[in-house]
């Protein structure tokens, strides 16, 4: 037996999946995005421009592509994320609409340690608004998310954790004074030791006990902001709490991707476990020259991780206004002879927007055990006295009434 690859899963019953994605897609086109599609396979470079070469993204985690044949010199990987296809494809297709709005959703991958929440290949929903440098887009863009989950999933169980990283700039004086602060510390591990010189913010990514105390008491970005900075910070605040968003402030959090400059955001829940966040983004002001493009567009964005979303709706599935599944009808011919007419029952029904199943093989006593198994409304049986008048016999599986058709009028009476 081959049995499917480590990190992936097999999903049997995808409705609670589809009505996510489903609720989200119809919510966010009432703010004015519309959804693109972009590849799965990318190239390389393109990542590492853009979430950089020291994130544990472009270092250890992506999955790269080689031909069997071993003759292309190209370097392509599976993508690891899509904020950064969705601007290589606003910078290499030439949009000029801004602000550009868009959605998509599929899979992504990254070789990471399977865990609870945590998959190799896994499903993100991306929201990318290009071109807008207002905070109050910062504003509303983190209110649309809340909204979903708070009103459209009736989730409770959720925090939203804002912090402002300021400008490039201020990240690079900040820097020197986080290095002089953790020089003077002992007990970092092996991992952020290498982080100090590579990528110094990612130390308040650490999940290690000693590392997170460490940076507990380390000083904070703020510290470096400049005026403009601290006022788009607190308007960014005021704007939510007009908004009745509820939020903490999280200094610590800096997000993985180096991409990333002001505004940053996590929805987190305790229902996840450790693997706490299911939504996380925030603004990109430089990401457009980064891959490309002839000037840079400030931007913002956002994936939600729809493994996680879905897990965290499947413990409270009594509080989602789920889509009642179709009643299904089932077809059953006697014998050989009526196979024909049984398909073209199923067609005329199917056409009339009916769900129907042909069942053809076994006796008519397996056959109907299969009808009540998959919970069929009706068994519209056909044999040799029906197929000679033109008619059809109606069994409803609840009740067991039965009741005799002219073929013509089936349609019309199951509705």
Known sequence: MIHRVRGTRDILDTRLFEYAVSTIA????KYHFTPIMTPVLESVDLFKRSLGTETDVVSKEMFIVSSSSGQSDESICLRPEATASTIRAFVEEGVQQTPWKVFSWGPMFRYERPQKGRFRQFNQFNLECIGSASVAQDAQFITMLDRIFNQQFALDSYGLHINFLGTPEER???????LTYLDGQSGLCQTCQ????????????CKQDACRAIC????TLEQAFGQASRTEWQQLRNYLEELSVCFTV????VRGLDYYNKTVFEFVSSDLGSQTAFCGGGRYDHLVSQIGGKEDQPSIGAAIGLDRLVMILEAHPEKLMLPQDPAVYVVIPLSDQQHGLALQCVDALIYAGH???LLSDGSVKS????????????AIIIGDDEQAAGTVTVKNMQSSDVQ???LADLPKFLK
Request: proline share 2%.
């Open 250 to 253: 999280n200094t610590r959090l």
């Open 216 to 219: 507990e008491s380390a000083p």
């Open 404 to 406: 005799v058709l002219k």
């Open 194 to 205: 290498v982080r100090k010189t590579t990528n110094i913010l990612r130390v308040f990514d």
């Open 172 to 178: 690079k004086a900040f820097r020197g004074t986080l």
């Open 367 to 378: 056959m109907m055990r299969k009808a009540n198994k998959m919970g069929a409304a009706s």
């Open 26 to 29: 119809t919510y966010v086109k």
């Open 355 to 357: 769900t129907v199943e």
